[in-house]
C-alpha cells in the first residue's frame, strides 16, 4: 500500500491530501502479492497524525500548527554520552512527573521512541541495566526527533529533542560544507538550544589530545554557525577524573566563543557493567536551563501609513 505524494503516509499518520477514505484517493494504491486477494480498507478509520516513533521534518509542521516547538540538539563527537544523557533527562521526568519550575509534564507524541531510547537504563527481568546502543549513522538530513510538553496553566512549551549521530558533527567541523554534513548544519542551525557535549571519558584516556583538538575545532564550528547565544557546555561522564589542566583548556575555549554560557556537569555512575544510579538534580538543571525562553530578537515598528493604524505598520529587525 502505497501513496504517490513523496512524504505521505496514509497508513501510519493518514491521508496528506485530507482523504478520510483511502479508496477514493487518487494518489494511493493498494500493491498486492500475485493471487493474494484485494483487502478491503475500513473508511471509518481516523488515523492520528503521529506514531508514538522519532518525529521527522514533516512531523514539525503538524506541531507547529498548534504552538512553535523548540529544537534542542545534543552536539558532540561519537560515544559522548549523548543520547544516554538524553534519555536520563526523559527518566528523571518520567520519574517525578514534573519539569523545573512550575511546569508539569503535559504529554508526548513521542512515547514509543522515548521508551526505545530509555528501556536501557531501567532494569530488566533479571535486575540488570545498561547504556543505550549507538546512534546509527546516515545520510538523513533531519535526525531523530522526540517530543516533550510541559504546561504551566496557560502556556505549554513544547520541546523537540534531536537524537543525531556524533559522526555528523564530526564530519560537519571538519568540512562544513560536504554533503554529510547537512544534517549537523540543519540541526545546530535550527535548535533553540545548543547541549554541547564534552565526554570525559575521551578527554582524559589515552588519545586524550586528539579528542581535545576535536572538541576544540567542534567548538569553533558551532560557534561560527550559531552565534554566542543559547549554547551550554555538558560534561559528560564526570565521575571520570579529567586533569585541571584538561578542563580548564575546554571551559576556557568554550568561554572565549560563548562568553559566560552555563557548563554543567553529569554522570551516570556504574559499577560492575551496571548502571548504579543517575544524578537528577543536575539532570534537572540542564533541563530546566533548556526550558528557559532563550535570547529573542528584537524588532522595531514603522508606520508608513498617514493613518494612524497598527495594522498598517511593519517591522524591520534588528
Same mark, same amino acid.
Given at each position: ?5 513523496? +512524504?505521505?503516509?496514509p497508513?501510519?499518520t ?10 477514493k ?14 483487502? %478491503? ?9 503521529? %506514531? +508514538? =516513533?522519532a518525529m521527522?521534518?514533516? /512531523? ?18 561519537? $560515544?559522548?554520552g549523548?543520547?544516554?544523557?538524553? #534519555?536520563?533527562? @526523559?527518566l ?10 512550575? &511546569? ?13 531510547v ?12 545498561s547504556?543505550?546502543p549507538?546512534?546509527? /549513522?546516515?545520510d538523513? =538530513?533531519?535526525?531523530?526527533l ?5 504546561? $504551566?496553566?496557560?502556556?505549554?512549551? $513544547?520541546?523537540?529533542f534531536?537524537?543525531?549521530p ?22 545546530? %542551525? %535550527?535548535? =533553540? ?8 571519558? #575521551? ?5 586524550? @589530545?586528539?579528542a581535545?583538538?576535536?572538541? /576544540? =575545532? ?5 560557534? /561560527?554557525? !550559531?552565534?554566542?547565544?543559547n549554547?551550554a557546555?555538558v ?8 586533569s585541571? !589542566?584538561?578542563r ?5 575555549? @568554550? ?5 559566560d554560557?552555563?557548563?554543567f ?10 548502571i ?8 534537572m ?5 533548556? &526550558? ?14 498617514? #493613518?494612524d493604524?497598527?495594522?498598517l ?6
Amino acid at each position: 500500500m502505497t501513496c504517490s505524494r513523496k +512524504g505521505c503516509y496514509p497508513l501510519e499518520t493518514g491521508c496528506d491530501a485530507g482523504n478520510p477514505d483511502l479508496t477514493k484517493c487518487p494518489h494511493y494504491t493498494q500493491v498486492r502479492k500475485k493471487g493474494e486477494e484485494k483487502e %478491503t480498507e475500513p473508511t471509518d478509520i481516523v488515523r492520528m497524525p503521529w %506514531t +508514538g =516513533r522519532a518525529m521527522g521534518g514533516k /512531523d514539525i509542521g503538524f506541531l507547529a500548527a498548534c504552538t512553535r516547538p523548540a529544537i534542542v540538539s545534543f552536539v558532540g563527537p561519537h $560515544d559522548a554520552g549523548k543520547t544516554t544523557l538524553l #534519555a536520563a533527562m @526523559f527518566l528523571a521526568v518520567f520519574d517525578s512527573g514534573d519539569a523545573p519550575g512550575n &511546569l508539569g509534564f503535559a504529554g508526548s507524541y513521542s512515547l514509543s521512541a522515548w521508551h526505545d531510547v530509555s528501556a536501557f537504563m531501567t532494569l530488566d527481568a533479571e535486575g540488570a541495566s545498561s547504556f543505550p546502543p549507538h546512534t546509527p /549513522d546516515s545520510d538523513a =538530513r533531519v535526525p531523530g526527533l522526540l517530543h516533550l510538553a510541559f504546561q $504551566d496553566g496557560a502556556c505549554r512549551r $513544547d520541546l523537540l529533542f534531536a537524537d543525531a549521530p556524533g559522526e555528523w558533527y564530526s564530519r560537519w567541523a571538519r568540512e562544513p560544507s560536504a554533503a554529510g554534513s547537512k544534517g549537523a548544519a540543519w540541526v545546530t %542551525t %535550527t535548535a =533553540r538550544r545548543n547541549l554541547l557535549v564534552a565526554d570525559s571519558a #575521551a578527554l582524559s584516556g589515552d588519545e586524550r @589530545f586528539s579528542a581535545r583538538e576535536q572538541f /576544540d =575545532r567542534l567548538v569553533g564550528r558551532l560557534a /561560527d554557525a !550559531t552565534g554566542r547565544s543559547n549554547t551550554a557546555l555538558v560534561w559528560t561522564k564526570s565521575d571520570l577524573e579529567v586533569s585541571d !589542566t584538561m578542563r580548564n583548556h575546554v571551559e576556557s575555549n @568554550f568561554a572565549r566563543h560563548f562568553g559566560d554560557a552555563p557548563v554543567f556537569r553529569t554522570q551516570i555512575p556504574v559499577e560492575g557493567g551496571e548502571i548504579v544510579e543517575a544524578q537528577p538534580a543536575a539532570l534537572m538543571q540542564v533541563l530546566e536551563w533548556t &526550558l528557559q525562553k532563550p535570547d529573542s530578537r528584537t524588532f522595531s515598528v514603522v508606520h508608513n501609513s498617514p #493613518a494612524d493604524d497598527p495594522f498598517l505598520a511593519y517591522g524591520a529587525a534588528r
